[in-house]
């Protein structure tokens, strides 16, 4: 599952834990982004503090984990990089890749999207305000699932900590102490979304 997580709530842990009960995944491996394409013009979280925080909030869970394949690598992140990569780390393995529906709904514009069907079976999950819709992509290459629905977003979760509102509960504990600690969102710690040389 790829994502600027930023921060990670439980809108994502629910939706990763669905589609590995659903489809008896092994694992599901959470890969925070580096530079998102669509998101250049926004101010982001550091990649570490991004990453830290999902580290934390999936360590209890034994089929989850976290990779560093996108933050580690320079340049805009794109996905068929990140398929690519976790291909050459998992050569047999067969590749799913989870979406929400807002996401899911973006997909044909997306770098090389043709080919990203060849390396992964995309999985789009149902989120509150999205309509999960998979019109224009490939049958084979796509499944549709309802999971419970979170009405939760970064954004918000952001906007929240930033008027001093609690997130609690939306975010998992650790996270939400991971984000007092560091002062996230409410003191000037994000940077533009910036594109590391190589
Ligand atoms: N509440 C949710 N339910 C289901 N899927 C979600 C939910 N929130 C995010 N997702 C999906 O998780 C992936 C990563 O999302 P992302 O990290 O951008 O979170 P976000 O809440 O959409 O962030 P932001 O509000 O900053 O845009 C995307 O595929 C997104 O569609
Ligand atoms: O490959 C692309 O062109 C591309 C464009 C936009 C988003 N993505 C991926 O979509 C996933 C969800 O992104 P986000 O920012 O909505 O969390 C994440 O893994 C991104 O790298 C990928």
Request: hydrophobic letters at 40%; aromatic letters at 10%; proline letters at 6%.
């Amino acid at each position: 599952m790829g994502g600027t997580f930023d921060p990670i709530h439980h809108g994502h842990l629910v939706a990763a834990s669905e589609v590995q009960d659903i489809f008896d995944l092994d694992e599901v491996i959470f890969v925070p982004t580096g530079a998102q394409p669509f998101k250049l013009d926004r101010d982001v979280t550091t990649p570490e503090h991004r990453y830290l925080m999902t580290v934390i909030a999936t360590a209890s869970n034994p089929r989850f984990s976290v990779s560093r394949v996108d933050i580690d690598r320079a340049g805009i992140t794109y996905t068929i990089d990140t398929l690519r990569d976790l291909r050459q780390t998992y050569p047999e393995a067969e590749l799913f890749f989870i979406t929400g529906a807002d996401a899911l709904s973006q997909i044909l514009t997306w770098k090389d999207a043709d080919e990203l069907f060849s390396l992964a079976h995309f999985v789009g999950v149902t989120r509150p305000g999205h309509e999960l819709d998979d019109a224009g992509l490939p049958e084979a290459g796509v499944s549709l699932l309802e999971v419970p629905a979170m009405a939760i977003s970064s954004t918000d979760c952001r906007r929240r900590v930033a008027a001093g509102q609690p997130v609690w509960y939306l975010v998992p504990d650790g996270v939400v102490q991971y984000i007092a600690k560091y002062e996230l969102y409410s003191r000037k710690r994000s940077v533009r979304n910036e594109v590391r040389d190589g």
